[in-house]
């Protein structure tokens, strides 16, 4: 295939020259950072979960101030609850584009997202659901993490019969369908509040998890380090929790945004089904299943739910793929042509050139400073 | 090998009780089967709970019921659905093969895009074309499932069939879509600024001419492949296949391809012949139809040997199964008019997976099929497609980094082979031990999928009895789901030691 151009021209500079420069822009970057800054650094380098955090940001805030959360009123004067006055006919959208997008200049007005036939204010009930999605994505994302790292950990630590025991109780929960934990836990409370629903999800979502930790643990377990902190006498909690698990946090972190992405997937999926968050709390999933069949009459009914839960599953999935290629040092970033000219250019080194040989090239340092 | 696999067996085993059991219990808490007969206004309605319970032995404790039920299974009796008093395992015969046919399809060309667009985009790295698979894939990974179904259903279905009753394609249409193929192929096939322009001209002309012809040609009325098509497809098939997996270099691998696909498009007259005189085709015939194809595909690469036999006929055996396959398709299509009569101008369907009472022929059956095949395959390859996209990237990546592909280039392999022998073949293995594990899944039924599109498959004999509180047909699903699944998992290791000669499964 004629997509790499790894056989160079001839009159190019060595590979010796070469590897020095790529070996210069990997040191630039990490040169006297500790591990922390050098993960930060990745992470703020990445367009995409910077893009994805900033969105997520603004879709918790706007949730959580527009129609308040708890006790706590919000500014937006509408609850959700059914109201004869329909604004527009049909309980269209007020939001109107600016002009030059094609609308009838912007405008917010009564009921930016419309209304349903009987006069619900859906921007209330979408920022409603939002909610849920949010805190079914913590709780399951700390329920689930907490329960996988703490059965990986003791699995890959101890081995032995312990392990087997642990895996296979890992084994038994992936077999079991979601579908009925949902309809279990409707069955036991009378109606599935949402917080309910989450810690079930979150009971039944750890195994990747676990079995990830663990294998991550039977690794470092065998590591020098452990042996040393054992040699002076640690305890095995000590080792675990101090020792091992912070050397195996970027696993954690990454699968964790992973299943929280899922988590929220298949919160609205249940939901959507019927087995999930029932009313009168209010989910993504559930104003789909509702108002789908209003979808040729009112779309906006079922885009605007779907618009969210999609936005808030890309922000993380982002926010995720940004954490795995900063925490993980294999994923090296192979520099563009247009950095290795650029590198090579400070350092007076002309890319192309014929007179490749002779030009001595100064340290890794030099190329580093501006 | 053989203790690896009885120490699995009876751990699976133990964990499918042991899974059984406790699923039976939740069950059994979560369904009530007397809820209608308990708000019901019936004048014998104490008479009727009793009857009810005597039935179902609900006064029975769980733990023994639950026995009953498991001793019932092991001598094979997966019970009755009390509501309508069938047998659960004709029911789920029945389901078993509406949800094969839909996830087949699906998992097979979801795999095959999946995994050449990660590998393309692996391969092009930081390019364009990369960002905008990864965007791609994201956004797919990131579409719930149900909110994709009911978009395809309102406007795909909907939409294309306003289409069908006029099909006329605008010509802005026209320009727009061959704009776009031009954008994406000079991106995906990258090169020199030159390459790029000639790549985005030949598939602006290609996409551009093709859909002009259709239309032309009248082709949304009749559908139909032909022989003229059909010799195109083969050859294209045949050049493309040749140029990836033996270099066009290689005369001979060449030369067998095309002469496949020359005897695959002269036999397309007697076989069209044959199919009209008979009546009694069958799936086994055009499955038979369709292997022959292969294995003439392959004998013909084997005759002609050249330097590597094995390439040569791995190029025949492709392009045998595609113009055999296509050589069916045409079939289908030729029935096309008259379903689309019988169905008034609305072919798509978006409930079901059959018409009732539509009659006709073999192929018209088929045609039926396919058209309700059309949009859940369509829901199920968006979202497997992503998550296949981004396995096959990521893990090309990780391959191309490794040593042994610089030992490859440095001994000077062309390109070409150090992708598709060294590259490709290691990029599988992980996937290997994701694949089996996803069909066994999927098995068990795209619950939302086949729920939204009313498919009476696995999924919905599920959710519909335990909407209905019917237990017995609600645990055969379990059992059978469960058992799958640990069988996918020894499955996935088996194949894992059989492509990875590193893993060893004694150890």
Redesign the interface.
Known sequence: ????D??RTPNQEPAGAQEHLENAIELQDVAGLSQGQIVRRRFLRHK?AIVGMVVLAAIVVLSLTSVGFGPVPGWWKYTGASDPVITNPGGRPTLSMPTWLGGEGFAIGEHPLGQDEIGRDIFAQVMKGVQTSLMVIVVVGAVSTAIGVLVGALAGFYRGRLDTALM?ST??V????T???G??V???AGGISGVLFALALGLILWPSLARLVRGEFLALREREFVDAARVAGSSSRRIIFKHILPNAIGVVIVSATLLM?QAI?LE??LS????GITPPEVSL?QL??IY?SA??TRPWL?WWP?LF??LI??CI??IG?GLRDAFDP???R?P?QRAMDRAAARSGLVPTSGTAGGTSLPGGAGVGSP | MLRFLWRRFV?GL???L??LF??YV??D????PLADLRESTAPNKQQLIDQRTALLQLDTNVVIRFFQWLGNVATGDLGTQWRTGQEVSSLVASAIVSTLQLVTAATFVALVLGVVVGI?SA????SSFDYII??LS??L???????VA?LLK?WGAIGFNDFLRDPVIGTGVIVVVALLSAGLWSLA???SVR?RMQTALVAAVATGGLLVYLQVSGWWDRPHIGPVLLALFGLGTAVAVTGVFAGLQNRRALLAAIVVAVLGVVLSFPLDAFFRSTDDESNWMTALVVAAFTAGGAAVGVAFAGPDKGVSARGGAITGFVVGALIIVDQVMGVWPAYFEFLRGRPIATTGDRTPSLGGNYWVGLLDTYTHLVLPTIALILISFAAYTRYSRASM??VM?QDYIRTA?AKGLP??LV?VRHGFRNTLIPLATVVPIDIITLI?GA??TE?IFGRPGMGQL??QN??EADIEPVMAY?AI??AL??IA?VVADIIYAVVDPRIRLDA
């Open positions: 295939m004629s997509t790499q790894t056989p995409g296979r084994d038994l992936i077999t079991m369908p579908i009925v934990i309809a279990v409707g069955k036991l992405s997937l609205a999926a959507y089904l019927g087995f999933g789909i299943s789908q979808f040729a079922f779907g839960i999609v599953a890309l999935n982002f793929d294999r994923q090296k192979i563009s | 751990a133990a964990t499918l042991v899974a406790i699923m939740l069950v808490l979560a369904i009530d393309v391969l092009r790295q930081y990864i965007f994201f956004f990974y990131s579409l719930p499932s149900f909110f009911v309102q096939v990258g090169g390459r990546l990780e980094n280039r390109e070409r992708v068990g619950i939302i729920n599920f959710v335990l909407g379990i789901t469960a699944a640990i998992n």
